[in-house]
């Protein structure tokens, strides 16, 4: 894999320039094809899901002009008394055409009686047995009527190819009397944790071991895509191991993850492990946390082989390095690949209430805290532990400080971008 800076195999190599963020990123989208693949799911099937063709809207909605309040429809430009012709209920229309000096008592959601263009509302309006009277100078010609295809209009596009359906989209589903949508296939990812050193949960931890946390944030993150994940749980630092879960990996996914063996001192044996059925290139990026991270594509039958293949990810063992590769570039790639079109992470600043060391040359993600105090201010706090390895801080933290690559050194007040959680994971 020809990569801006290349360092297939010599990732130990200590002249090799850190890799931007935005190069990896930009290298990682070019790599990148969409599913075309198409399913069909029932409406609530939908919810998360990549809508694979526009949805036109058949009718329009709402059907008829309609009420917006409880109250009298009636022609504007007519008398200010008129006389109570009848009623319109929602679903129980009126059924004649209302005529000169006439009105009809409307609830919302009724359709307007024919020869009504304007409703009053009930408490405007003086009622004497079968006769109202109200100020006609204080009621515009249209008010309280919702017209016809103002929400979506018959022929319109109402939600377009690409779109991740949300709840609101779930609902306007239904409301254009959708009952099946045509949606992209899942992404599939497989992924594994790769370390001598770690215990699944359920096991004894020996001396010297830790329990694999890095499946079970994978698990979380993917979970949150909506992808179809596949766990193949905990592999040894054994070539042969390794090498046989990658090939099954590649075999039955789309993308495959994995935990650890790509800092400096593993990177060669993955390399030249990897040589004969993949093409990665082993990067240091220019990025805090989550500097070593594998990227390229397996063949699991031989390496440039027809056939199926696999987007590979070797991300960084670090709990909190893992979540952070995660985010800011697998993130991207299974977005991309499921077919949506999706806005990058809601960024915005805040004022940093702690100074900051920022050495310009790299890009950093800090684990912070923002609050929004009484003024609507918003001001932004870092974890106390940045340590990669510190997963409570990521617990602990609400957002993400963006230092950018050029930025240095961060003063108290000075405003910085953050990246909320929510939304985000
Ligand atoms: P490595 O990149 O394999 O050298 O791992 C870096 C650090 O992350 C080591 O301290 C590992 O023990 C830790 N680590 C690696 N994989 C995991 C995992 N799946 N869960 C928790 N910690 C891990
Ligand atoms: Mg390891």
């Known amino acids: 894999m020809t990569t801006p800076n290349d360092t297939s195999g010599s990732s130990s190599s200590p002249t090799a320039q850190p890799l931007p963020l935005e190069t990896a990123r930009a290298f990682i989208r070019d790599a990148v094809t969409p599913i075309e693949a198409i399913e069909y799911v029932a409406l609530r099937a939908a919810l998360n899901r990549v ?33 109570v012709a009848g009623e319109a209920r929602a679903g129980h229309p ?74 609101a989209d779930l609902g306007l589903l239904a409301s254009l009397g959708v009952a099946e949508v045509a949606v992209r296939r899942r992404v599939r990812v497989a992924f594994f ?7 699944s949960v359920g096991e004894p931890l020996d001396t010297g071991c830790v329990y694999d946390s890095n499946r079970y944030t994978l698990h979380a993150m993917l979970a949150r895509l909506d992808v179809e994940a596949l766990d193949l749980g905990v592999v040894r630092d054994e070539p042969d191991a390794i090498e046989a879960a990658l090939r ?9 993850l994995t935990s650890g063996g790509v800092s400096v001192g593993d990177a060669d044996f ?86 900051i060391k920022k050495r310009p040359g790299r890009t950093e993600f800090l684990r912070a805290v923002a609050t929004r105090d009484k003024t609507g201010t918003w001001s932004v706090t870092p974890t106390r532990s940045q340590g990669s390895g510190v997963l409570s801080s990521m617990s602990e933290a609400n957002c993400f400080i963006v230092l950018a690559h050029g930025q240095g050194d961060v003063s108290v007040g000075e405003p910085v971008d953050i990246m909320p959680f929510e939304g985000l994971i």
């Open 51 to 83: 809508l694979a063709q526009d949805i036109v809207s058949p009718i329009d909605v709402p059907a008829h002009d309609n009420a917006a309040m409880d109250g009298y429809a009636f022609a504007h430009g007519a008398l200010s008394s008129l006389v």
């Open 94 to 167: 009126f059924d004649r055409t209302c005529g000169a000096g006439e009105c009809v008592r409307i609830m919302t959601g009724a359709p307007m009686p024919a020869g009504c263009d304007t409703v009053v509302p009930q408490e405007l309006v003086t009622r004497t047995g079968a006769n109202i009277a109200f100020d006609a100078q204080t009621i515009a010609p249209g008010a309280n009527c919702r017209r016809a295809g103002e929400d979506l209009a018959r022929g319109r596009a109402a939600l377009k190819a690409g779109r991740i359906v949300r709840p």
């Open 193 to 199: 944790s790769t370390g001598d050193e770690l215990r």
């Open 248 to 256: 099954s990996a590649a075999k039955s996914a789309d993308v495959v």
């Open 270 to 355: 993955t390399a030249r492990m990897t040589a004969t059925f993949g093409d990665v290139a082993f990067w240091q990026l220019a990025m805090r946390p989550g500097r070593p991270l594998a990227f390229g594509r397996l063949w699991p039958d031989g390496r440039g082989a027809g056939g199926t293949s696999a987007l590979f990810f070797g991300l960084p063992g670090n709990p909190v390095a893992v979540m952070v590769s995660f985010y800011q570039l697998v993130h991207d790639a299974l977005v991309a690949m499921s077919g949506a079109i999706a806005p990058r992470p809601l960024q915005f600043a805040a004022a940093s209430s702690a100074p």
